[in-house]
């Protein structure tokens, strides 16, 4: 499987951005598909997940500003990203996981494939 992310650049705090993720490859059966993302020195953090029944969930620092969306007719997993702050500056990741009865969606490790990162830039 591979993934693979678009859409970051600059974008002036208020404004808005729309990420796309386009997997690729053995992507037949279920799977949760999120966003994380990733600053210097920190961990990958959780942003928003879409598990492969449908369910949708937002880290809350990004509750009522991101919608995460999917087409699995096409694949894809998209991030809308409104009222960008500079706190949501990072390099976000779209992840791909298999499900399994321990697969915590909120955890970075769960996940079997990665993206390669697209930066976001939020000038303040």
């Known amino acids: 499987v591979q993934l693979q992310a678009s859409g970051g650049g600059l974008v002036q705090a208020g404004g808005s951005l729309r990420l796309s993720c386009a997997a690729s490859?053995?992507?037949?059966?279920?799977?949760?598909m999120a966003w994380f993302r990733q600053t210097p020195g920190k961990e990958r953090e959780f942003v928003a997940s879409?598990?492969?029944?449908?369910?949708?969930d937002y880290a809350d620092s990004v509750k009522g500003r991101f919608t995460i969306s999917r087409d699995n007719a096409e694949n894809t997993v998209h991030l809308r990203m409104n009222s960008l702050k500079p706190e949501d500056m990072a390099v976000y990741y779209c992840?791909?996981?298999?499900?399994?009865?321990?697969?915590?969606?909120?955890?970075?490790?769960?996940?079997?494939?990665w993206g390669q990162g697209t930066l976001v830039t939020v000038s303040s």
């Open positions: 490859g053995r992507t037949a059966g279920a799977y949760h």
């Open positions: 992840a791909l996981g298999i499900p399994s009865y321990s697969f915590n969606v909120y955890n970075f490790r769960s996940y079997d494939y």
């Open positions: 879409s598990w492969s029944g449908g369910r949708t």
